[in-house]
């Protein structure tokens, strides 16, 4: 079993950055694929990006050069830095991974999520 422990998010003015970590213990190897899913209201989970465990990144279009996915593998972590933050960014953002070296749509295990609000 894997257990995922995220970091807390926060409230964040527009245009300021926050980054998220996310921890995994249990029976988890470097070959993981690792991510961020989030879920804005009324609306349904999306993928923001992942990272293969063989280090091919994803990325959502609506996020691309403004985050930034890496993984720490010795650490078994994976972080989100999220710069020019929007609030369309806010959402609940829930970091997952796979068994396998890649991301799929249902991920094996989910982290408990944790709530990013862009807002002046």
């Known amino acids: 079993q894997v257990q995922l422990v995220e970091s807390e998010g926060g409230l964040v003015q527009p245009g300021g950055s926050l980054r998220l970590s996310c921890a995994a213990s249990?029976?988890?190897?470097?070959?993981?694929?690792m991510g961020w899913y989030r879920q804005a209201p009324g609306k349904q989970r999306e993928l923001v990006a992942d990272?293969?465990?063989?280090?091919?990144?994803n990325y959502a279009d609506s996020v691309k050069g403004r985050f930034t996915i890496f993984r720490d593998n010795s650490k078994y972590t994976v972080y989100l830095q999220m710069n020019s933050l929007k609030p369309e960014d806010t959402a609940v953002y829930y970091c997952?991974?796979?068994?396998?070296?890649?991301?799929?749509?249902?991920?094996?295990?989910w982290g408990q999520g944790t709530q990013v609000t862009v807002s002046s």
């Open positions: 997952a991974a796979d068994r396998g070296t890649m991301l799929s749509s249902t991920p094996d295990y």
């Open positions: 249990g029976s988890i190897t470097p070959i993981y694929g």
């Open positions: 990272v293969s465990g063989t280090g091919s990144i």
